[in-house]
């Protein structure tokens, strides 16, 4: 057991150095939009997880239920097992429009690719496997991630495979919604179940800060400038995108290897500041009303060197992207 939770913790530093939620495909592309090209498919692919990194990164299994995604690693000295089982099934390419059907409860496999980009993302449902993979067509200095999906036929007993594989002594990791589960970023085009519903009321103006603007620029930029009408300096932490579908806020998923944080950037009472900030995380963003959410804090620092510790606060800015 020791040995299992050494290997664990090594293979989880892998993970979070690479820091990244790629997406795979089989055979389709499809473009910054979202949209499929369902005019091809791979004849050629045999193996459901062929280029997987297993012998270096931790594999995880994710089941969602509709209302939240449970992810658990698989267990070290059973993941090649689970590799074999997955690589011998039987697969028939079918075309990538089909994944409009893939619904709720859902299955998912996540496992290290060896182009380093990204992950390989399973997502099986009712005998159909989403596969996706990520390729940087840029260079190294000036990355530009591509991704794929490709879209199988095979039937699996997954609920057997959760129980039997799942890292027994890993705690389960729960999130709200689908945001978190494989292929995430292309199934939430065809079902909302695949965002994550925010149930908060974030105001436009909160304590005298709000968002006075939002500017999307052309090349996966956004400029948005915050106002400080108070006296009071003010540090800014996390941001986010969300996306507003039938009169319910969601947030979208991301590619983790733009994630980014606001950490260490303030504001001086009574004045406004213009931030940019890269939304290559979320892709190029399909037309729809969305919003900016800002959180912050008072800078609370006394001569003592000691800090307040409070919940921070939010303020939102919608905008149109059409």
Known sequence: MRLIKEKRKNFSFVILAMCVLSITGCGKKVDDKGTVDS???NNERTNLLGNADIDHCLMEMMYYDGEKTEKR?????KAKELYEEISNLKIKPIPL???????TPCFGISAGNKNKYGDIELTYYDGMWLRGTVKNVGTEDN?????EYELYEADYDYKSAFDKYMMVDDEAKISKGGIKMANAKLL?????????????????????????GVDIKKNDEIDIKIKNEGNEIIDLFEWRIQKKVEDKWYNLPTYGMYAEADIGRCIFGSSEETF????????????????????FNFNNDESDGEKEDSENLKVAREFDVK
């Open 39 to 41: 005019g091809k498919m």
């Open 276 to 295: 940019k900030k890269s939304i290559r995380k979320y892709g190029n963003l399909a037309a729809g009303k969305y919003r900016v959410v800002q959180e």
């Open 97 to 103: 429009e089909k994944a409009r059907e893939i619904k």
């Open 143 to 147: 990355i530009d991630l591509k991704y």
């Open 73 to 77: 690693y698989v267990e070290v000295d």
């Open 188 to 212: 939430c085009n065809y079902n909302v179940e695949f965002y994550q519903e925010v149930d908060e009321e974030i105001p436009s103006e909160n304590k005298g800060i709000s968002i006075s």
